[in-house]
């Protein structure tokens, strides 16, 4: 029974997480939301490639120094 009752809870959290999703959807808020992570994963992106290259760079000096 108290397994039963987890579940039919449980449900009814993702229900609302999905209203909310659909709420979001339909005054277009949603874009900009993905817009915003969208902007954010690239800006790491960027950072990680940028910091790649400069270590990059000490490596070779490095190994051109013994």
Do not use: H, P, W
Request: with cysteine; proline share 0%; glycine share 8%.
């Amino acid at each position: 029974m108290l397994g039963l009752l987890s579940t039919v809870v449980f449900s009814q959290e993702i229900q609302q997480q999905v209203e909310m999703a659909d709420a979001m959807r339909q005054s277009g808020k949603i874009y900009v939301v993905v817009g915003v992570l969208c902007i954010i994963f690239l800006g790491i992106i960027a950072y990680l490639i940028s910091i790649d290259r400069k270590v990059s760079r000490l490596e070779s000096k490095m190994k051109g120094n013994k």
